[in-house]
């Protein structure tokens, strides 16, 4: 075919594909009432494949718990490969201290599960004034730990409250808008005073190009033009906002609509709250393994001695035996030389595949972690989607939508969470080899390599950013229609396409919204925590404890921004379930006898129609 012609017929097909996916809507069965009961396994290959590599996993977590030397886990080891506090060593201090604690937390432990900081052994914990100690780590930990389910408790009614939104609440919406426009009033007009009270100050009209950049930034506060740029940056924000409002509000107050529904339905399905504890019990149970086998893993290897001598010696950095060295034939001929630890290793088959061993504890914990959140979602999912295709809400909403739609997931469903997590987990992994790259060419002199490098991560970055967005949709998908997780996928994106300023809209408001919910429950229990910590409360002023580490009020802060995300995870996870559940509503039905919308009212109400009667 010649390639005018050729390039003709792509074209043509090109424009049919987007005319069929984008521009006009999917042609349904008009029999489709809800999430489908009559379900089959789907992508049954890729099930097969993660089980195939749990039992793999488990055997090598057997292998090194088998090869692994547990005193290396009791004792702690320095930068030497000596221990710690053990008896018959040269080091008898207990504690070990990392003089950089912070780099543990680098991508590179995933690999090497070593600390990129020196390491040696102490007599005693070092002064509040240092860095933390492993022990200060233990402590914080268990900390967290007490105080999560503590917070827990405490915090839940204030999650529960949402589902008690009313119609009435768009005063609500009215309120926090003139509050909004009411702070970028008063910017604008504290910004015109600044700016006129400076006017007749001596050297106030010099223009910012002419100063250049200060690294005293209170300098800009007394210059003119300054303020004038503060006015004008605001008074653009307003107009776009009123903009964004003239022209956008419908979708915005669609949004809206969805998240008091969201918040109705979280009230009739109440034990999805408690869905994210199950969720971190499996996480914790995925760490745990990895951790555990990636530290018997990396023990697994032998302290290999060698042959040290100052004097020429034949077998000088050979391998030699500590245990019977003053007396072998090496002692007798080089009487000055030592058996001295060089290095980990080995040379059996184990200990040369022991970084792929490595590799594949690294892979497989993202694999199954991003499982456990797949699997979270598609639960949540499902039960969202059984209460918004529900006709009579809540009398057709099933008996414990959770554990039903939980047990559809594993049985039918778990290939297709297997398939979306394994893509995700290679993203993941690719992004820790660059991480690694990173790390072994930052002494390298070449600016392209370090470029690319970084054009690298960064692109890997998005992509793993948008097949997160993609996956949860899918798995929305899947859990409404059963279908396989390519097939979901795709449909879950034109479907997203064909509605995108409405999925901009929404996803705006909720985040917004959802960052508001926890930035009140942080600063709560920030506020609280600075006052109970500095004994200025007098009612636990007797049982505060001393505070030695200002990091323990700041970690148990950011512990109760991770729990809060979690609970405002299941609310924001609904909004997404009962938006694509609503386009498909609206592609589906049409209002007809035949085919009612199961849109609530206000939703019907936004979009001016209404279910027709048989009569009508």
């Not at 003709?8 to 999430?35: H, M, Q, W």
């Not at 599960?113 to 390491?119: R, V």
């Not at 990895?290 to 032998?302: G, I, K, M, P, R």
Request: proline share 4%; charged share 15%; with cysteine.
């Amino acid at each position: 075919m010649p390639t005018g012609r050729y390039l003709e017929v792509s074209l043509t097909r090109a424009c049919e594909f987007v005319k069929e996916n984008i521009c006009e809507p999917r042609k349904y069965d008009a029999n489709f009432k809800g999430p489908i009961q009559n379900r089959g396994c789907t992508d049954i290959i890729c099930c097969i494949l993660f089980i195939v590599a749990i039992v793999a996993y488990f055997a090598v977590g057997i292998l090194a718990w088998s090869q692994g030397d547990p005193r290396k886990v009791i004792y702690p080891t320095n930068s030497k490969g000596q221990f710690c506090g053990q008896a018959g060593t040269e080091l008898t201090k207990p504690l070990l201290f990392y003089f950089n604690i912070m780099k543990c937390a680098s991508p590179l432990v995933l690999l090497e599960f070593q600390c990129p900081t020196t390491q040696v052994g102490m007599l005693k914990n070092p002064t509040p004034s240092a860095n933390f100690s492993l022990w200060n780590i233990q402590y914080i930990l268990s900390q967290l730990n007490i105080f999560f389910y503590d917070y827990l408790l405490l915090n839940l009614p204030l999650v529960v409250c949402g589902h008690m939104s009313k119609p009435g609440d768009s005063v609500c919406l009215t309120c926090a808008l003139l509050m909004c426009f009411l702070s970028l009033r008063k910017g604008i007009v504290h910004c015109y005073f600044e700016y006129a009270a400076l006017k007749n100050e001596p050297g106030s009209n010099v223009t910012l190009q002419e100063i250049g950049f200060q690294t005293d930034f209170s300098v800009y506060l007394h210059i003119r033009q300054t303020w004038l740029a503060f006015m004008i940056i605001l008074a653009i924000v307003e107009v776009i906002i009123i903009l964004l409002l003239i022209f956008l509000r419908k979708r915005i107050l669609l949004a809206i609509a969805l998240i008091k529904e969201a918040s109705r339905a979280i009230g009739h399905v109440m034990s999805s709250l408690f869905y994210p504890l199950l969720t971190f019990l499996l996480l914790a149970v995925v760490i745990a393994y990895w951790a555990v086998t990636a530290v018997f893993l990396s023990t697994s290897n032998q302290a290999i001695y060698k042959v040290f001598n100052e004097t020429a010696c034949e077998y000088s950095r050979q391998n030699c035996d500590p245990a019977n060295f003053s007396t072998s034939n090496i002692k007798t001929k080089c009487p000055d030389s030592m058996c001295l630890f060089a290095f980990y290793g080995g040379e059996t088959a184990y200990h040369k595949y022991l970084i792929g061993l490595q590799f594949y504890n690294v892979f497989l914990f993202f694999w199954c972690a991003n499982f456990v959140t797949a699997l979270g979602q598609m639960t949540l999912a499902g039960a969202f989607a059984s209460y918004y295709w529900a006709f009579n809400k809540p009398k057709d909403i099933p008996a414990c939508p959770i554990f039903a739609s939980l047990g559809r997931a594993l049985r039918y469903h778990t290939g297709s969470l297997a398939f979306g997590s394994l893509i995700l987990a290679i993203i993941q992994v690719i992004r820790v080899l660059l991480e690694y790259l990173d790390y072994k060419l930052k002494g390298a002199q070449n600016k392209f390599a370090k470029f690319l490098l970084c054009c690298l991560k960064c692109c890997f970055w998005c992509l793993e950013k948008f097949i997160k967005f993609l996956n949860r949709n899918a798995y929305i998908m899947v859990a409404i229609y059963g279908k396989n997780f390519c097939t979901s996928a795709r449909d879950a994106f034109f479907l997203l396409m064909r509605n995108v300023i409405r999925v901009a809209v929404l996803d705006k408001v909720t985040d917004f919204l959802l960052f508001l919910g926890k930035l009140l429950i942080v600063g709560l229990v920030g506020i609280f925590a600075f006052f109970f910590f500095s004994g200025r409360v007098k009612a636990f002023e007797s049982t505060a404890p001393t505070l030695n580490y200002y990091w323990v009020p700041i970690l148990v802060t950011i512990g109760s921004y991770l729990i809060a995300h979690g609970f405002f995870s299941v609310y924001a996870m609904c909004v997404d379930t009962l938006f694509l559940c609503f386009l498909e509503d609206l592609e589906r039905n049409d209002g007809s006898a035949e085919r009612p919308y199961l849109m609530p009212d206000s939703l019907l109400k936004i979009l001016n129609k209404k279910n027709k009667t048989a009569a009508e």
